[in-house]
């Protein structure tokens, strides 16, 4: 679908940025706080990935490099959605680090988690960002008020 004016635009345009800003400001926290890492998250996980984050985090090696991992990704996601440039490779990369974070905690009516934020019955803010990223996939605002309208030359 071709977006015709600002008046369609301008709204993604700032769904884009906030979207962006949201995954920047995760990975800045995880970033500057001290002693920061995803054993804790991984190792109460109840969904069906248990078993992976079980192995994981039995390894040295491999929480750090999830605990690396996942700032890297929330940096250069918040960062090119920000910036509207490779937006869809952007949300592509949030979208699969959401289905990660959806499916450790997965919203099926228990509410038995402490770290889980909000039980909603198969939708959570996971799963609400993860559409947000998809609208973003599928409407690229950063053809028209972007990076990639600049670099691209997109038209």
């Known amino acids: 679908m071709e977006l015709k004016n600002y008046k369609q635009i301008l709204p993604l345009f ?16 995880k970033l500057l706080t001290p002693g920061w890492t995803a054993q ?9 990935l248990q ?10 090696t491999l929480i750090a ?3 690396y991992g996942v ?5 250069i996601t918040g960062f090119l959605l920000m910036t509207g440039f490779l937006e869809r490779f952007a949300a592509m ?16 009516g228990e509410i038995s988690d402490v770290m889980a934020e909000g039980n909603y019955l198969i ?23 972007g990076l990639n309208r600049l670099i691209c030359n997109n038209n």
């Open 40 to 48: 804790y998250y991984l190792a109460q996980s109840e969904g069906p």
């Open 93 to 108: 990369t949030g979208m699969v680090l959401l289905v990660f974070f959806y499916l450790s905690y997965p919203p099926f």
């Open 51 to 60: 078993s992976l984050f079980q192995w994981v985090i039995s390894s040295e």
């Open 14 to 29: 700032v769904l884009r940025t906030a979207i962006g800003w949201l995954f920047l400001h995760e990975g800045l926290y």
């Open 123 to 145: 939708v959570d803010k996971n799963f609400i960002l993860f559409l947000v990223l998809w609208v973003i996939y599928k409407f690229r605002p950063g053809r028209y008020l």
């Open 65 to 67: 490099v999830s605990n």
């Open 71 to 75: 700032v890297i990704v929330l940096l």
